[in-house]
């Protein structure tokens, strides 16, 4: 049976990494860094678009994780993606919060995310979010996002599908394209 919780009951909140100004691009940084250009509109990471740079602070950076999923608060989008298979050192952008799930023996990290991204949580994020010119979310309105946790067995079941589902849109978007690129070498031969 599927149990009920808020955010803050499922998993810790926290901001991420507190650049100064402008992200700057430094070939021979110690880290990368994720902006919301690079989080696509189903949630996914942009891993080789990544911007290197020097990663500093007062303490040592606090490196995302396979597990994590982050959210982009400002802005329009207020995305989550779940990182997987991460291989390099990489911090988040201000715009975005981390989350750690307290007990993935209870909620799969990965269906956190996609159910941040479903219509009823866009839905409630819309409605708490602040400012005019550029809107955002408070971690106080995040951390009450309410969620419907189902059986790991469900979730799984779910996630399969959602799987399935991103790799058949990757393939049309792959035919879409190659279909585009015969078209333009007829009208290129054509049209000489």
Request: aromatic letters at 6%.
């Amino acid at each position: 049976m599927a149990m009920k919780a808020t955010l803050e009951q499922i998993a810790e909140v926290r901001a991420s990494h507190p650049f100064r100004g402008a992200i700057k691009e430094v070939s021979l940084g110690n880290g990368y860094v994720i902006q919301t250009r690079d989080q696509d509109s189903d949630g996914q990471v942009a891993w080789n678009s990544l911007v290197c740079t020097e990663v500093s602070g007062r303490k040592e950076p606090d490196w995302l994780r396979d597990g994590n999923v982050i959210f982009s608060a400002r802005g329009s989008r207020n995305l989550a993606s779940v990182i997987t298979d991460i291989a390099k050192p990489t911090v988040c952008s201000p715009h975005f919060f981390v989350m750690e799930v307290l007990d993935s023996s209870q909620v799969l990290p990965s269906f956190l995310a996609w159910q941040l991204n479903q219509p009823k949580l866009q839905k409630y994020f819309h409605q708490c979010a602040e400012g005019s010119a550029q809107v955002s979310i408070r971690k106080t309105e995040l951390e009450k996002a309410p969620l419907t946790i189902p059986p790991l067995a469900q979730q799984r079941m779910v996630m399969e599908l959602v799987e399935r589902a991103l790799k058949e849109k990757q393939i049309h978007q792959r035919l879409i394209e190659l279909r585009q690129q015969e078209i333009e070498a007829v009208a290129r031969e054509l049209l000489k």
